[in-house]
């Protein structure tokens, strides 16, 4: 192996590391704001289940490592460097300002700029394959999981509006403990292989592996060990936001949300389309609240996490391409 390409791996564990404690609150958030988790017993499912989603399917990974830059544009191993470092800035920075950003379109962005700025044109962009399985579901996705929330939430007021708050409560404290494991499941088998994707591309653009070799065994495991820790380092501030920052949640609310995110999750996963966790369970965090009325969403934060989702394609696409020019230059002298 090359040095620049023990690189690419050693930064795309840093970003699967970053991914692993920036999306925490993904699945542990709504578990641990309404009590029916321990801080210590949520990190810990999450990483457990994050692990073995990671190892369970590959099909988002392959979508990454051929989907979106053609084979013809020859990529080296120094961009695909450049797009996680991109990615890994506005990792950094979303969560410095904890805003519960994409890590998928952040990698993605970067990857398209760092590969635009290489090839000095637009042609080796699988546009199909942007628009299909990035634009997309960038906009369906948390739709569907607001709709599925709101649904999910109105369906339980419906069923147990007789039924004492209290005992209800505890009731949805404990099936809390699984709608928790499968949103870090579905959350490792869609998150976690954006970096198997980028590796994978690292090593066929070197040459170690063939185009349509799949997954490396190890890739998987390192992938999701790495995404496992970064879990259990935990995310404080974005988890903040999540749990309570967009609207109040009890424990009832805190299942509709995380069960109607997992639903979607799982079915892109099963579509091969790299989605936003973050996106998709933000919406249902908001689809949730308002079943209840309009008015407990805090639709101010909800907008300022709105516009980061917009702008994290292109922002991330312009330090992608910022990264690659940096590093050709050194490279050149």
């Given at each position: 192996m090359t040095i620049i390409l023990i690189s690419v791996i050693f930064f795309a564990l840093i970003f699967e590391f970053i991914n692993g404690f920036h999306d925490t609150a993904n699945a542990i958030a709504t578990s641990v704001y309404t009590r029916a988790l321990s801080v210590g017993a949520a990190i810990a499912l999450a990483a457990s289940m994050n692990f073995l989603g990671a190892l369970v399917f590959e099909g988002v990974a392959k979508t990454i490592s051929t989907g979106l830059v053609?084979?013809?544009?020859?990529?080296?191993?120094?961009?695909?460097?450049?797009?996680?470092?991109?990615?890994?800035?506005?990792?950094?920075?979303?969560?410095?300002?904890?805003?519960?950003?994409?890590?998928?379109?952040?990698?993605?962005?970067?990857?398209?700029?760092?590969?635009?700025?290489?090839?000095?044109?637009?042609e080796?962009?699988?546009?199909?394959?942007?628009?299909?399985?990035?634009?997309?579901?960038?906009?369906?996705?948390?739709?569907?999981?607001?709709?599925?929330?709101?649904?999910?939430?109105?369906?339980?007021?419906?069923?147990?509006?007789?039924?004492?708050?209290?005992?209800?409560?505890?009731?949805?404290?404990?099936?809390?403990?699984?709608?928790?494991?499968?949103?870090?499941?579905?959350?490792?088998?869609?998150?976690?292989?954006?970096?198997?994707?980028?590796?994978?591309?690292?090593?066929?653009?070197?040459?170690?592996?063939?185009?349509?070799?799949?997954?490396?065994?190890?890739?998987?495991?390192?992938?999701?060990?790495?995404?496992?820790?970064?879990?259990?380092?935990?995310?404080?501030?974005i988890m903040k936001t999540m749990g309570g920052g967009v609207t109040k949640l009890e424990p009832a609310g805190g299942f509709a949300a995380q069960t109607s995110s997992a639903i979607v999750i799982q079915v892109m996963t099963l579509l091969h389309a790299p989605i936003s966790t973050t996106h998709v369970i933000t919406t249902s965090v908001m689809g949730v609240g308002s079943a209840r009325r309009l008015k407990a969403v805090k639709w101010k934060i909800a907008k300022d996490i709105v516009l980061t989702?917009?702008?994290?394609?292109?922002?991330?696409?312009?330090?992608?391409?910022?990264?690659t020019i940096v590093i050709e230059g050194v490279i050149a002298i």
């Open positions: 053609s084979e013809s544009a020859n990529l080296e191993e120094y961009v695909i460097l450049a797009a996680l470092l991109g990615a890994i800035i506005w990792n950094l920075f979303t969560w410095w300002r904890a805003i519960p950003s994409s890590s998928s379109h952040a990698l993605i962005g970067s990857l398209v700029g760092a590969s635009i700025v290489y090839t000095a044109g637009i080796d962009i699988v546009w199909s394959g942007v628009l299909e399985k990035v634009i997309i579901p960038l906009f369906t996705s948390p739709i569907i999981g607001f709709l599925l929330g709101f649904g999910i939430m109105k369906l339980i007021f419906v069923v147990l509006a007789s039924r004492p708050r209290a005992r209800t409560n505890k009731v949805f404290s404990k099936l809390q403990i699984f709608s928790a494991a499968a949103v870090a499941f579905t959350h490792g088998t869609n998150d976690a292989q954006k970096t198997m994707g980028i590796i994978t591309l690292a090593l066929v653009t070197s040459g170690v592996l063939d185009a349509g070799a799949g997954i490396p065994l190890w890739v998987k495991l390192a992938c999701g060990a790495t995404i496992a820790a970064g879990t259990s380092v935990g995310g404080w501030k989702w917009v702008i994290t394609l292109p922002v991330c696409a312009f330090l992608g391409a910022f990264c």
